[in-house]
């Protein structure tokens, strides 16, 4: 494996600012599953309205603006954008905490979503411009901060928890979010054009070329010549500033069935993890260094995956669909053994590993699909990715209001990655059958 010939020493900076960021991100997003007992408490709500509004923080601001933000990320500086996003999250984080409804809370958790997906969005595309030839490792070091932050956060969460109650600690969670400003301070711009590694999809400067081509009539006179409407102008303005024409190719929207359904996992498995130990009768501090088992494995899949793709040893689509059966029979055995602390212990480790490796290959896919002309393509991503945490927070929380029993959460967790595997590994059949390459 090598690393690009061409030499940014700046870019261990960037690849810092995104780990410190996704440190904080994830680890302050999957503490608020220790938050829901006391939402329901305080606001007496059901956990399936605390989930969705738990998850809503995160996800919410992804299912609207994740197009736009991808699109204007096209002509930004990722610097600007990201301090910007962070400023306005943190600031909502911490106002949450003296919320006097769960409605309140719902809107403050809303808009910090927003601010968050500036975040994300700018930060991926700075580490995709400063690591071209080597996505994979990148984006999987970088994402094994959030992994950090997993094994940090929930335990340090809990005992500020008993030490200032739920408001005290949200406040000091909101607080430790304005961290984000100084992770986008580091964004250095690159300003340097690069030729593309690879792309399935064509740029749109490929299809204007092809379209002005086309526009060449028998005659010899040129679509030039014709007077485009009002109405036409806009379409073709908003079609090209969001790049819609991604929405018509089948592999991608495949892939954005299977983002959906990943984050739909992510969300069940992440939100509801201490949960199910504390259901099981394991002492709250013991259920919360679960979440430290589930995130040391999910750093080592997210360390480990990305050297295998880079070098060629294995297909990214290959290693998600390995990695989604995986987490399937993981889900299963989390059934069996759920009276040993220990083996407990090993089971989140592995399941942890899977999930780690098939959140980290969405991007990966996502790209060698669409290539870098597609900054937009990571803003479709997140809107696939966020409706599917959102939908997760509420399918968990609706699944135990009924049936009062995580255990029944850890089954439908294991159904929809097997699900998720399976899809993948059938359209790489169909792609292989055609005589096509998803690669």
């Known amino acids: 494996m090598a690393w690009p010939r061409r030499s940014y020493p700046w870019r261990w900076m960037i690849l810092l600012a995104r780990f410190a960021g996704l440190l904080v991100c994830v680890g302050t997003f999957l503490s608020l599953g220790i938050f829901i007992p006391h939402l329901v408490e305080s606001f007496s709500t ?14 919410f601001g992804m299912i609207i603006g994740g197009p736009f933000v991808g699109a204007l990320l096209n002509s930004c500086d990722p610097r600007k954008v990201t301090m910007i ?11 949450a905490a003296a919320s006097s409804s769960i409605t309140q809370l719902a809107v403050w958790f809303a808009v910090s979503s927003g601010g968050l997906l500036f975040v994300q969005i700018a930060t991926v595309k700075a580490v995709a411009e400063y690591f071209p030839d080597n996505f994979a490792v ?16 929930p335990p340090v969460m809990e005992f500020l928890i008993s ?20 992770c986008g301070a580091l964004l250095r711009p690159l300003h340097h054009k690069r030729a593309e590694k690879y792309s399935l999809v064509p740029s749109r400067g490929d299809s204007e070329d ?17 007077v485009p409407t009002a109405s036409q102008n806009l379409t073709e303005s908003v079609t090209e500033y969001l790049d819609t024409q991604l929405l018509t190719e089948p592999l991608f929207i495949v892939y954005q069935v299977v983002v959906v359904l990943c984050g739909i996992v992510y969300t069940m498995w992440h939100l509801f993890l201490v949960q199910r130990g504390i259901e099981l009768g394991i002492m709250e501090f013991q259920a919360a260094f679960l979440a430290t088992f589930g995130g040391l494995g999910s750093l080592a899949g997210r360390l480990g995956h990305g050297p295998l793709v880079d070098s060629g040893l294995v297909k990214a689509s290959t290693l998600f669909a390995i990695a989604s059966l995986v987490f399937a029979v993981s889900c299963l055995i989390n059934i069996l053994v759920a009276s040993w602390y220990s083996a407990l212990a090993v089971n989140y480790f592995v399941s942890g590993m899977a999930s780690g ?12 699909v669409t290539g870098d002309h597609h900054m937009s393509a990571f803003g479709w991503l997140f809107t696939s990715l966020g409706t599917g945490e959102i939908l997760g927070g509420f399918i968990a929380g609706w699944i135990h209001d009924t049936t009062g029993d995580y255990g029944i959460v850890v089954l439908a967790i ?3 990655a097997f699900i998720m595997g399976v899809t993948v590994t059938l359209t790489r059949c169909l792609i292989s059958w055609s005589g096509g390459s998803d690669e």
């Open 138 to 153: 990148a984006n999987g070091v970088s994402l094994a901060g959030g992994m950090v932050g997993m094994m940090v956060f």
């Open 414 to 416: 294991g159904g929809l």
């Open 357 to 368: 490796v098939t959140y980290s290959l969405a991007y990966v896919m996502v790209r060698e």
């Open 163 to 182: 030490l200032y109650g739920w408001r005290g600690a949200l406040a000091i969670m909101g607080a430790v979010t304005f961290h984000y400003v100084v």
């Open 85 to 95: 996003g962070g400023m306005l999250s943190a600031i909502t984080n911490t106002a």
């Open 46 to 59: 059901t956990t399936a309205a605390a989930g969705l509004i738990c998850s809503g923080s995160w996800a």
């Open 210 to 226: 092809v379209n002005s081509k086309s526009g060449q009539q028998a005659d010899g006179k040129s679509r030039s010549c014709q």
